[in-house]
């Protein structure tokens, strides 16, 4: 069957997908979108989380066909995602049309940016500077479930307590760094959502 | 396999009646599982997400129409005060993404023992709303659950609601698990206070091959407070009759060992959360209790 769904702000379409097909294998398998990783595909690792209409799911429990007509938002895509929200261009739910971050972009994409020293020149989200800053990173598998989960309750609590931090990442299992970095990546995250907002008078 | 979309609670009767095989997927948190690990492979798929209505919720005077599909997350953030006891049992649901996903449709449809729902719906006491092309009826929740993963629905008919008592008391509900995120219950247990009907409810998961109420406990509890006065006279519960309630709770049991505990521990813990939850709830009552009088 097709599939005709939005993904990081742009229409795309997925041909010959099978009805039991999840929608992270269209994402990987069909799209060419690999940053969603593929684990335990039983929902216990969140590796795959993805926003569904701006909701956070594990996308290897989405059917593809449930995606019809639906958007979705990928770690391939969350900077741009980040650069809309910040702008107060974004309602949570993708738009469409000319923002949005191209499939060639999105396949194209690296956290290394131009400079390899520096990472400087890449777009990245807030989030995954701080991930990079606090070295939350070790094998990385479970990098683009976590940045998708931290993003999203950033942006619903603005000044989490540990607990919250803990709570909103529960579903996310890392097996490399014990959490202690991903925990500080996600406080200084905080600490500068929080600058940029007062800063601007918010 | 086929995908089935219907736009309409109505389609999605009529493609059930033609197809009475076809799987139901909503949060797909069950069903997802099963066709990745290539256990299920059902000849249809029969998608609800697009029936808008099985997300919402009605708050009536007596009772909350729940739609099988609103997500854990709405519940936990929409109907704490209404639903407690539900709403601390969504709490215990594996993780965020499988909150925003899942719903107590589900877990009726799959009626695994270890459902995290169950406990607190038999405790509130509730009915599910079933419906076919032949006709609409509901399903008081102690006759739903008929064997391990079966439940009361004929082959033709979809879950559509849940109409669950308001709250008239205090509620708890207790999860035993290794972690607090992303376990399947060891065992859980639910209890509803009803001041209304002087009663106590219970809802007991994964200790028997469907989820139960401790009936005996139940009766034997409800005497001992109206004889001892309490519903009135605002007292602790007696510890011998805690533990008796929470013996006649253990009693109730019919578990197994595997993976996730032995037989013996389950009844046990089943035990200490019955007179955990009951305390819990009874001091609750008490205060709300002496509160009124205060203010009368």
Redo the contacts between chains.
Sequence with gaps: ?RVNFTVNGRKQEADDV???E?LLYVLRERLGLPGSKNAC????C?SC?VRLDG????S????A??A?GREVVTVEGLADFAKNRACGGHDGEGKGGACGTTLQEAQGWSAKGTDSQTGEGGELSPIQQAFIDAGAVQCGFCTPGLLV?ADEMLERNANPSDADIR??L???LCRCTGYEKIMDAVRLAAARQSETASSQGV | ???L?PDSWEEALAAKAEHPTAVP?A???D???E???DHR?PEY?L?L?RITELSEWEVGEKTVRLGASVPYTKIMENLRAELPGLALASHTV?????R??GGVGGNLGTASPAGDAHPALLAADCEVEVESVRGSRRIPIDEFYTGVKRNALAPDELIRAVHIDKADGPQQYSKVGTR???VIAVCAFGLAVHPETRTVRTGIGSAAPTPVRAKEAEQFLNSALEEGGFWDNGKIITPSVAKQFADLCSAACNPIDDVRGTASYRRHAVGVMARRTLTWAWESYRGNAARTEGVA
């Design positions: 069957m099978w009805e039991g999840s595909e039983q929902g216990e969140g989380t909701v956070p799911v594990c290897c429990l989405v059917a066909g449930q019809e989960a709570e909103a529960s579903g996310n | 396999m086929d995908f979309r997927i949060g797909g948190t069903v997802m599982v066709i990745n690990f492979r798929l998608d997400n594996a993780s965020p993404q499988i925003n996903r607090n995120a992303m």
